[in-house]
């Protein structure tokens, strides 16, 4: 069956980086659309940055100049960089995708991750 795996989450201090990956597995034939969100406690899940296959993307206001989405097509792999990290992006993040696996009969699907927890807090 497909699974999007994240890593990379984890505490830093505010001003630091870190770099979320997301790893598709499970008979991958093709990914489309992949993208990072996020949750807070109390607060909804909100778009962080997005990218397509052909890697056009699309920022949260929130993050723009200091987050860089990214993917390894070949690795069915995303990744976020984070760089000067503020308390208020302190949420699990989670991936996102639409693929087609031979898993799932080829048909056009979106997935989630189960989460990585991002804090940052001095």
């Known amino acids: 069956q497909v699974q999007l795996v994240e890593s990379g989450g984890g505490l830093v201090q505010p001003g630091g980086s870190l770099k979320l990956s997301c790893a598709a597995s499970?008979?991958?034939?093709?990914?489309?659309?992949m993208g990072w969100y996020r949750q807070a406690p109390g607060k909804q899940r909100e778009l962080v940055a997005r990218i397509t296959n052909t890697g056009s993307t699309n920022y949260a206001d929130s993050v723009k100049g200091r987050f860089t989405i990214s993917r390894d097509n070949a690795k069915n792999t995303m990744y976020l960089q984070m760089n000067s990290l503020k308390p208020e992006d302190t949420a699990v993040y989670y991936c996102?995708?639409?693929?087609?696996?031979?898993?799932?009969?080829?048909?056009?699907?979106?997935?989630w991750g189960q989460g990585t927890q991002v804090t940052v807090s001095s």
């Open positions: 499970g008979s991958i034939f093709s990914i489309y659309n």
């Open positions: 996102n995708a639409d693929l087609r696996s031979g898993s799932n009969g080829y048909r056009y699907t979106n997935y």
